[in-house]
């Protein structure tokens, strides 16, 4: 036995999982883990670059803040919750990850999310795929009067852009009007059926956030706040999210 | 929204919802005669987005409701585990622009298997990552099942999908209740 109680090292550096707990609601629950292992149990991404949840959680309580900033696994956990779902104390593993994610500088975040994000910050489409809202305007245009005249039951289907005082703004996936419009008619013809008043706006239309996934706080919010602005300028009543 | 503090009048509302809401109401008057005799079978990702994280297991009811009227109550076989507690596909979360194509197909792995497992010969995918991602595991691993979007089905069901909105139906279905053939391109 030592002589004396060993003393632990002095002024407790400043961790990243401290900084994170500050920022979440009720600090995320951040240090009530149990260890029991439901999360990693039920998570796909559990053994991806020989990491789960509750090893990136205990990392983080251990302060291994440069490992666990470092590990590609944190773009490779997709933030679905599952962890929270099943946990007992319910830990937001997930803010962790958001969290850990926004550490990176952002020119070394994976280039095809910033390149998506950086594409929606381009104009005021929203749109991960760069398409600006002039080009949007023209395909919707294009596919709805090729459809309103060769399928007459549906001569007077519409598919409204920027209507004041519509009932639903209606996003859109980036992936139909650029790669695949005629993907974009059975909606409208559902819509068209059911009588719903709706309109896609000029600006925000793009129902995708690549900001979010690249944790580029200010790009999410501006994303976010222009879709909002839109809605709200036009007088909807309903953000209507597709997918 | 709540994150940032941005002051909005509307709310938000998801589709599936209002397809339930809409068919009830009886102003989409879809029925799932079409695959009386085919039995074509079903199932159905619920994506994490919308129903866990966002609107719970009553979205999920209404995806189910809607998936069972158009294509047949004895048709839909349910993956398991489901509803909130279902397993993410691998596609959300910016995972399929992230660059890491092997890893995300051994994340899918687990969604592959749960699909097979259902027998089902169709998977139904409401969101767009999910789709996308799915879509990708079935090539892969070689279940090759076709991945279709909800509003494929229900334009089916009511007998007003068109030869050009069949992107993604099996051959199976390409040439079943047809709207306008002749516009075939």
């Known amino acids: 036995m030592a002589e004396e109680a060993i003393k632990l090292g002095g002024k407790k550096k400043s961790l990243f999982i401290d900084k994170v707990k500050g920022i979440i609601p009720d600090g995320g629950n951040l240090n009530l883990c149990l260890t029991c292992g439901a999360c990693s149990s039920g998570c796909p991404a559990t053994g991806l670059e020989g990491m789960d949840p509750r090893k990136f959680l205990r990392m983080c309580a251990l302060g291994m803040d440069e490992e666990v900033i470092a590990s590609k696994w944190i773009w490779m956990c997709t933030m679905c919750q599952r962890c929270i779902y099943v946990c007992p104390m319910k830990i937001d593993i997930p803010q962790l990850v958001f969290n850990a994610r926004a550490q990176v500088p952002r020119e070394e975040r994976p280039k095809g999310i910033l390149g998506s994000c950086d594409m929606a910050l381009r104009n005021e489409s929203g749109s991960a795929m760069g398409t600006s809202p002039e080009d949007f305007i023209f395909v919707v245009e294009d596919v709805l009067e090729e459809y309103q005249e060769s399928q007459p039951e549906f001569a007077e289907m519409q598919a409204p852009i920027d209507k004041q005082g519509a009932e639903f703004f209606v996003n859109q996936n980036s992936r139909e009007p650029v790669t695949e419009p005629d993907e974009m008619v059975p909606f409208w013809k559902i819509l068209h059926l059911a009588g719903a008043d709706w309109t896609y706006g000029s600006k925000g239309w793009g129902g995708e956030n690549y900001c979010l996934f690249l944790a580029d706080n200010e790009g999410w919010e501006h994303l976010v706040r222009q879709t909002a602005g839109q809605a709200d300028a036009l007088g909807c009543k309903t953000y209507l999210n597709t997918e | 929204m709540k994150k940032f503090k941005i002051d909005h009048k509307f709310e938000t509302k998801n589709i599936y919802e209002y ?107 409401g969101c767009h990552n999910c789709h996308a991602q799915i879509h990708e595991l079935s090539e892969h691993y070689g279940g090759d099942y076709p991945v279709v979007h909800l509003w494929t089905l229900i334009c089916l069901s009511l007998g007003i999908l068109g030869p050009n909105e069949r992107e993604y139906l099996g051959d199976d279905l390409k040439a079943v209740n047809v709207f306008h053939p002749e516009t075939e391109m």
């Open chain 2, 19 to 125: 397809y339930a809401k809409w068919i009830r109401e009886g102003k989409l008057k879809v029925n799932s005669d079409w695959n009386k005799e085919l039995q074509v079978k079903f199932t159905v990702q619920d994506p994490c987005q919308i129903v866990r994280k966002a609107f719970g297991d009553p979205i999920a009811e209404d995806l189910r409701f809607v998936v069972k009227a158009i294509v047949g109550e004895e048709n839909f076989i349910d993956m398991q585990p489901n509803r909130s507690n279902n397993y993410c596909c691998g596609g959300g979360g910016g995972f399929l622009q992230a660059g890491y194509k092997e890893q995300r197909l051994q994340y899918g792995k687990l969604k592959d298997d749960q699909i097979k497992a259902t027998g089902a010969d169709y998977c139904i995918a």
